[in-house]
């Protein structure tokens, strides 16, 4: 797969110009990923060490004063036929940056707030995951399903960890939770969830902004305002959709959230999730750390790549499941679904686009051109892949894809 100057990349580069992008995200205060708070509270020599990710062979343990997260995940069989599991976690230090004044002002002058609105303390909370500084080398533990201990991480410079760990076993569709084992005060998403899935049945990958949440992900005022401000409102008609999906393909079917969206958005999202779709794992960006212009940068920036490199991972650990993925016109969505449809013929079933006509959004008539959608999908079966308008129209093309395969 190639990802030189493809459409995609050349539409990312045309809506942040058009939009103005680049402008805002320069005018935005900065959060230093060396605040002096979180460098008291780390030794010069776990510092050096941190840089070793999981070879670190001297994590720090979870002080009371942190603030971990546990992301949920998805079970599957492993090489010998036992379940393994991925898991993510990060840590962060709960004392918030002092520029939180400065950001705040900022985000709400974007959005056109007056000074001292009731709005400006909905951003000040949702800001929260951005300056947090993250705490790297730490190792976290884990009680999963109440009676295994698993030790995660260190995690790297980031503050995140990324690790595979041997499971015991559980029926498919089983949905065990696990809880973080730390000290008193702890804060954060300290318990998780792990859907156990088969080698075979179907999954869904789905994007998120602009698939199932309204973000307005063509316009930078619009990403600033549908985070930070706005209660979180899902595309209509989607949820319904997403509920018959799930009634359909059986409770067994793992839901993929594929996202650009950056990990300090993990609660938000997750929350989000709950309320409105079936319960699924959350695949957010973790490039760009702690700083609100890098929100915008990660969603509007390389996404055709970093999606078709998280499908790729998926189809590592489901390589005989059959796929449905679901997404949009605003982003890259029809050409990483296009390419991997190409580097793994067979393997996506169907392809639903929603094609988004309810934004005033910059450029958004290009992005929803025909000849975008046939050249993204170029040498896929034309009966794999649908734009569409309503969510209602999917459910008969769903329901036939199942029953034909």
């Not at 009680?143 to 980031?158: A, I, M, Q, V």
């Not at 499908?311 to 449905?324: A, G, Q, T």
């Not at 296009?338 to 910059?362: M, T």
Request: with cysteine.
């Amino acid at each position: 797969m190639s990802f030189r100057r493809t459409r995609s990349s050349r539409l990312e580069e045309k809506t942040r110009r058009r939009a103005h992008f680049t402008q805002t995200e320069s005018s935005l205060s900065s959060v230093s990923s060396n605040q002096s708070h979180a460098s008291r509270k780390e030794h010069k020599i776990g510092h050096f060490l941190s840089y070793l990710g999981s070879r670190n062979p001297l994590p720090a343990s979870i002080a009371a004063d942190d603030v971990v997260w546990l992301m949920d995940n998805v079970a599957v069989r492993g090489a010998g036929g036992g379940w393994e599991a991925e898991f993510v976690t990060a840590v962060f230090d709960h004392k918030p940056s002092a520029k939180v004044v400065d950001i705040v002002g900022d985000i709400a002058s974007k959005v056109h707030l007056s000074k001292g609105s009731q709005e400006e303390k909905t951003i000040e909370q949702r800001i929260g995951p951005f300056v947090m500084e993250v705490l790297p080398g730490r190792q976290v533990k884990v009680n999963f399903n109440g009676s295994t201990p698993l030790k995660l991480g260190p995690g790297g410079r980031n503050g995140i960890s990324t690790d595979v760990r041997k499971l015991p076993g559980a029926h498919a569709g089983s949905i065990v939770k696990s809880t973080a084992d730390v000290p008193m005060g702890v804060m954060g998403v300290l318990a998780m969830r792990t859907v156990y899935a088969e080698p075979e049945g179907w999954a869904v990958i789905s994007d998120i902004d602009d698939t199932i949440k309204i973000t307005q992900t063509s316009d930078p005022v619009g990403i600033l305002r549908s985070t930070f401000v706005s209660e979180p409102t899902p595309v209509p008609g989607m949820p319904e959709l997403y509920s018959q999906i799930s009634d359909l393909l059986t409770l067994s079917a793992p839901f993929f959230y594929l996202s650009a969206s950056p990990y300090n958005l993990y609660p938000f999202l997750c929350n989000f999730r709950n309320a409105h779709y079936p319960h699924g794992q959350l695949v957010l960006r973790d490039a760009s750390w702690m700083t609100v212009s890098g929100l915008l940068s990660n969603l509007t920036l390389g996404t055709e790549k970093y999606k078709v490199s998280r499908i790729r991972k998926i189809r590592s650990w489901l390589p005989r499941r059959k796929l449905i993925c679901i997404g949009d016109s605003t982003q890259s969505d029809p050409e990483a679904y296009g390419a991997a449809c190409r580097a793994f013929p067979g393997w996506i079933k169907l392809i639903l686009i929603r094609k988004v006509a309810d934004v005033a959004a910059v450029g958004i008539e290009e992005k929803n051109e025909p000849s975008r959608f046939e050249k993204a999908f170029e040498g896929v079966p034309r009966g794999v892949w649908h734009v569409f308008n309503d969510p209602a129209e999917c459910w008969p093309v769903i329901q036939k894809t199942v029953a034909d395969n």
